[in-house]
């Protein structure tokens, strides 16, 4: 007969389940509690708008003091992630009600694809349609195709009478932009295809010169090459994928494909054959738009969007250099075209230069509106963020966050003191927050930005004096700034120091060099 296995004590397990609940109730508490508490938060435009773009003594012409703000923008694979949602999140982006001349927008393509840059082109011609056209009839949201698929009345709130024979106009251009996007693929593989049919021509007849003059060993192989459309070869990814052009080792490419506005606005003309729609009142600039493909070799890790990150904050700390960064995916756009004033009002506010980055919450389209799958992570962005909002802050979710550039530098904020004790009655001065004005190591980008300002600020002015003036920070970074680069022969990292004073000679300089990718 068998042994049957010891009856486990009834104590042992009543004491080990007991002790489990404990714990769970323990931990289901300590969720529960932030969120009796959470924060609320409100800003208030018009305030900023006093503060920062009224006329004042120091700036009597009542021109915008807002910092410049550098838009990120990750895409990795024209084949899953449509160039025209790009598109439209870059539009919504170049339309955001934002002083044109302190934005930036960087477009990072880990795909190295043509289509991508051809698509972004594509998307900078029709934004001198898309963008004056929101500016003008304060379109929300700024994203054509989500604005042309809603729903509710279109005429709602809209009083000008050229309105209605506008946006019929607008939105035919915009149908004839998608059918042009989604022709992109197509053409490029046409036009590569004649291209390389002529190579290979060519130098069949090189081939039978050469055996007519008694040399017939050598082959001549052409590869099959990706052409852009002014009949060179693209530097990026090859739909054949050869050596130094596939998707894991090309070169790196930089093309501003809207240079930086003018300081001043300017106004458009009347409608006409070229001019869709009446701009004489509206301000038609556009802010700078660039496309960037970092430089990938094999046996490096390129650390997929953190990486693209990383490479774009090198790029537009010499382009733009705005002291503050968003950055989107590239299938999420800006909803709401206030949304960098908002974020504006939490890093200019009194003790705002303590905040490092301000989180926006997502929003989610395209999915079951009545969330019975808990799809919309209302919990999460609606309910425990605002509950760490009260206790240190929410977390960073990855995307849709403003960062304060310095505080990606690991430079200390610019406040120089510091509340403690009871209620934050006593001020500390802190001796960790001097930055030195000296240049770092070699492998990092070492900028003085806060060096000058270090004085003791103690009023609002002050802090806000000392955020402006990272602004005009640029010239000192060009003459500081040292990157490191990829050696593209031998694989290895070099450092090179930039020695440029302003921002055309460092993009001149930038266009003989490849951006540096970290190594392992
Ligand atoms: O090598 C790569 C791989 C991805 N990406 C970009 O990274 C973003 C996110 O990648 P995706 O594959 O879309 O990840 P998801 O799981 O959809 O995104 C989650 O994770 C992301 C990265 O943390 C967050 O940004 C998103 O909010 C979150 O939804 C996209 O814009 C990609 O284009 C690159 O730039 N390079
Ligand atoms: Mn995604």
């Known amino acids: ?62 021109r915008s003091d807002l910092p410049g703000i550098d838009v990120f923008v990750s895409t990795a694979d024209p084949e899953k992630e449509p160039p025209l949602v790009t598109a439209n999140t870059i539009l919504s982006i170049l339309a955001v009600d934002y002083p044109v001349e302190k934005l930036a927008c960087y ?23 898309w963008v004056p056209f929101c500016r003008k009839h304060n379109i929300e949201p700024r994203n054509p195709e989500a604005y042309f698929g809603q729903k509710r009345n279109f005429l709602k709130n809209k009083v000008r009478l050229d309105f209605v024979r506008e946006r019929r106009r607008v939105k035919r251009e915009y149908d004839e932009f998608k059918v042009r996007i ?118 490096y890790d390129h650390n997929k969007k953190a990486g693209a990150m990383n490479a774009l904050v090198r790029t537009s700390a010499i382009m733009s250099n705005g002291p503050f960064i968003l950055n989107l995916d590239c299938d999420h756009y800006i909803y709401n075209s206030m949304a960098l004033r908002e974020g504006m009002c939490f890093m200019l506010d009194r003790g705002g230069d303590r905040i490092c980055y301000v989180q926006f919450p997502q929003r989610f389209e395209g999915i079951d509106p009545n969330d019975r799958y808990a799809n919309h992570n209302t ?19 990855g995307t849709g966050c403003i960062f304060r550039r310095t505080a990606l530098y690991g430079f200390s904020p610019p406040r120089a003191t510091e509340h403690h004790g009871w209620l934050g009655r006593r001020k500390v001065k802190l001796s960790l927050r ?60 070099r450092t090179c120091k930039a020695k440029a004073r302003t921002v055309d000679q460092l993009v001149h300089l930038l266009s003989h060099v490849n951006l540096s990718t970290q190594p392992q």
């Open 434 to 493: 001097k930055p030195k004005a000296t240049v770092k190591k070699d492998d990092e980008i070492s900028l003085a930005m806060n060096g000058e300002y270090n004085n003791e600020v103690e009023n609002d002015d002050g802090d806000i004096e000392s955020l402006l003036l990272q602004r005009d920070s640029v010239t000192q970074t060009l003459s500081l700034l040292r990157f490191r680069l990829l050696n593209t022969k031998g694989g290895s990292y």
């Open 379 to 397: 919990v999460f962005f609606d309910v425990s963020m605002r509950a760490l909002d009260g206790l240190q802050g929410p977390m960073y979710v």
């Open 1 to 62: 007969m068998e042994d049957s296995p010891p009856e486990p004590r009834g104590d042992v397990v009543m004491g080990s389940s007991t002790v489990c609940e404990l714990w769970f109730a323990f931990s289901w508490l300590l969720d529960q509690l932030p969120k009796l508490c959470p924060v609320n938060r409100l800003t208030d435009l018009d305030v900023l708008k006093e503060r920062f773009e009224s006329p004042n003594l120091r700036n009597p012409k009542g």
């Open 182 to 299: 989604n022709s992109l693929p197509e053409a490029i593989r046409r036009r590569s295809d004649a291209y390389n049919v002529h190579e290979e021509l060519r130098a069949k007849k090189k081939q039978m010169e050469m055996m007519m003059g008694g040399n017939p060993e050598e082959t001549v192989k052409v590869a099959k090459a990706t052409w852009m459309s002014d009949g060179s070869h693209w530097p990026g990814t090859w739909s054949s994928g050869e050596t130094d052009n596939s998707r894991g080792d090309h070169a790196g490419i930089i093309q501003a494909m809207l240079a930086p506005p003018n300081a001043e606005p300017v106004y458009g003309s009347e409608a006409d054959s070229e001019n869709l729609i009446d701009t004489t009142e509206v301000d038609i600039r556009l802010p700078m738009l660039v496309y960037v493909s970092r430089e990938k070799r094999p046996g």
């Open 107 to 129: 477009l990072s393509d880990d795909g190295g694809a043509l289509l991508t840059f051809e698509a972004l082109a594509q998307t900078a011609s029709f934004a001198s349609t």
